[in-house]
């Protein structure tokens, strides 16, 4: 069982910076792949950002050239750092990752948190 905590979330003026992060409960190693997702009221959760073991990073097009995505060894977080914020930004962030056992693969999910950009 994997479990994923979030924080860092809040309201920002447009144009403005957040951090998220999100706390691991296991080793980077025994994952496949972690990351972020959004979901905005009414749309469907959407992929932020994501890191695949051995270091490769995807990016929604909407964000690329203003969000990175990070991990810290020390700490066992993944971050999300969220620059030049739009108010379409706003949704509610959820932490994820996967692992791959016995063949099949397993979804984790942290319990979101809110991101509310104000124009």
């Known amino acids: 069982q994997v479990r994923l905590v979030e924080s860092g979330g809040g309201v920002v003026q447009s144009g403005g910076s957040l951090r998220l992060s999100c706390a691991v409960s296991?080793?980077?190693?025994?994952?496949?792949?972690m990351g972020w997702y959004r979901q905005a009221p009414g749309k469907e959760r959407e992929l932020v950002a994501k890191?695949?073991?051995?270091?490769?990073?995807n990016y929604a097009d909407s964000v690329k050239g203003r969000f990175t995505i990070s991990r810290d060894d020390f700490k066992n977080t993944v971050n999300l750092q969220m620059n030049t914020l739009k108010p379409e930004d706003t949704a509610v962030y959820y932490c994820?990752?996967?692992?791959?056992?016995?063949?099949?693969?397993?979804?984790?999910w942290g319990q979101g948190t809110q991101v509310t950009v104000s124009s």
């Open positions: 994820y990752a996967d692992q791959l056992y016995s063949g099949s693969a397993y979804d984790f």
């Open positions: 296991v080793s980077f190693h025994s994952l496949n792949a």
């Open positions: 890191m695949i073991e051995g270091g490769n990073t």
